[in-house]
């Protein structure tokens, strides 16, 4: 075998035993697209992602795209390409959120599904909500 045919060997197995570690370990979508996207998650979608976790009375929650809080069932990204993966999904029912919906939720603009169920919250839907032109479960 030559140099060049052992490193093609070397190369899948490494990369095999890298998706075996991360689905063994559960890693989150958030993680992985980060490692498809070299920029992460944009730090606006971040923001409005915190924004909302705010929300939590007595808990305090902060999300971090390259160490994610949840599984991944609660906050989901995809809409992946070269730079950024953006959140797609956010499940945050029954996550004893108080308050009214911040308007920075208009920010995470490929947001497809946002399930506030179960929650505690008041007042009026902000307008940024228009921003959400992907929406299709609310």
């Avoid at 998706?19 to 606006?44: H, M």
């Avoid at 971040?46 to 009375?57: E, G, H, I, M, P």
């Avoid at 390259?66 to 999904?89: A, M, Q």
Wanted: net charge positive; glycine share 6%; aromatic share 6%.
């Amino acid at each position: 075998m030559s140099k060049e045919e052992i490193d093609m060997v070397s190369i899948d197995k490494l990369y095999k035993l890298v998706l075996l570690l991360l689905l063994a370990t559960n890693i989150s979508v958030v993680s992985s697209c980060n490692l498809l996207a070299n920029g992460g998650v944009p730090e606006i979608e971040v923001r409005a992602v915190n924004a909302l976790l705010k929300l939590a009375k007595g808990q305090k929650k902060f999300w971090n795209a390259s160490y994610p809080l949840w599984d991944n069932r609660t906050i989901i990204c995809g809409n992946c390409n070269k730079t950024f993966c953006h959140v797609t999904e956010l499940h945050l029912s029954g996550q004893h959120l108080y308050g009214r919906i911040p308007q920075e939720v208009g920010n995470i603009s490929r947001l497809t599904i946002l399930d506030l169920s179960g929650n505690h919250l008041r007042g009026e839907i902000p307008i940024s909500i228009i921003n959400l032109q992907f929406i299709t479960q609310m």
